[in-house]
Structures are given as C-alpha cells and as structure tokens.
C-alpha cells in the first residue's frame, strides 16, 4: 500500500517556526516530484513548494518565498518543509504530494499520490 504520511503541524503563534514531515512508504519517491499544498475550509487546495527528485530544484509560491524551505532525504524516503516567520494566513492543512511526471507543476491534478494532511494554526 503506497502511503505519503505527514507530520508535524499543531497550533504555534505569530513569528513562530515549524518544520512539516512527510514520509512514504509502499514505493519510492526518489524519482519523483515532490510537493507541499496547503488547504483552508472552502478554498481550493494552493500550491506551496515543489523540488525535483535530487532536490538541486525547487519552487515556491511567491507568499511563501523567503519564508518558507522544502528540502527532501531520498535515503528515508522524506519530505521536508521548513516554514519560518509563520504568519495567521499560514493557517491551513498542509498536504504533501508526489508525482511522475518530472516537472515542478503547481496544479494539483498533476500529482497523483497524496497525503492525509496536517493542520498548522497560526495565531496572531
């Protein structure tokens, strides 16, 4: 059962930093695309950051850049996102995505194995 589990989402304040995890398992995502979306009640999912299978590429929404770092560990398997200087309108459940088709694509319909999501609250 191929399976993208993330972790490490609760509820931090204003200026905090927190850092995602999303391990898979029942395959090998170290050819794949990976990526992080994140999700708030009644908006459609938004991509957030997206880095090639040996990490040399990355790709962030431009309300993230600077702010915000995907990274992955092919050898565990793993994904990363660390978020710094978190702000309220970060408040989302963040989900972690992978694809095959090699490119760092920001629509959601391009990935095809999906997390279950971790919620990140940030208060003001």
């Known amino acids: 059962q191929v399976q993208l589990v993330e972790a490490g989402g609760r509820l931090v304040q204003a200026g905090d930093s927190l850092r995602l995890s999303c391990a898979g398992s029942?395959?090998?995502?170290?050819?794949?695309?990976m990526a992080w979306f994140r999700q708030t009640s009644g908006q459609e999912r938004e991509f957030v950051a997206a880095i090639s299978w040996g990490g040399s590429q990355t790709r962030y929404a431009d309300s993230v850049k600077g702010r915000f770092t995907i990274s992955r560990e092919n050898t565990k398997n793993t994904l990363y996102l660390q978020m710094n200087s978190l702000k309220p309108e970060d408040t989302a459940v963040y989900y972690c995505?992978?694809?095959?088709?090699?490119?760092?694509?920001?629509?959601?319909?391009?990935?095809?194995?999906w997390g279950q999501g971790t919620q990140v609250t940030v208060s003001s």
């Open positions: 029942g395959r090998t995502f170290s050819n794949s695309v």
């Open positions: 995505a992978a694809s095959d088709f090699g490119v760092l694509d920001t629509t959601p319909p391009r990935y095809g194995y």
